[in-house]
């Protein structure tokens, strides 16, 4: 299930229309170097399953993905580097334990990341931006069980995507943006981590 959502979000951008990503233009060509930018986005956070011992039994974790949605701040220094402020709401995932008898749900979790990605722009002369990064975070969990222990957390991503800037809209920017999170829950007893999927709009400021 999961390798058919990547797919199709593949399948969507790859798919957009030549002549709209024509009417697309570079917001470096404008000179906008030392802005500020705010905006939204939304995303699809797919959490990987784990193991662990719940009672001194060993357990399979699987989770649900689940749809969530943020605001963002960004700080473009340059033609290569942007400081990116994320805040996200993530919808709540169903938490199932499997043994190797039963399978229960146990709860719902819910969290709240709030991250900060150091994001280096590849240089393409194009209107197309992508981005590496990586960052720190703090993670809002919310998970009531009497069996499992999350508690928030701090911890660390990875993060990659593409800015694309958008013509008809005068200082706008398309963002497609994905990160690996790995929040530090090791001494918890669930312990998560997870790909989020976002796409969203920027405006800057002149």
Known sequence: MKCFITFIWIVFFCALPINTWAQWTSVYETGQENTFGVGIQLSHLSMNDSKNTMNGISVDYQYDDVPGFGIHMLYTMNDFFTLAINVDHMMDSDVIVKTA????????????PLTVSARFHLPTDTIFKPYLGLGFGYYFNDFESSFVDVDDAFGFHYTFGADIWINRLENTALNIDCKYLKPDTENDSLDWDAWNFG????????
């Not at 796409?199 to 002149?206: A, E, N, Q, R, V």
């Open 101 to 112: 008898n039963t399978k229960v749900k146990i709860g719902e979790l819910s969290t709240i």
């Open 199 to 206: 796409i969203g709009l920027t405006y800057f400021f002149k």
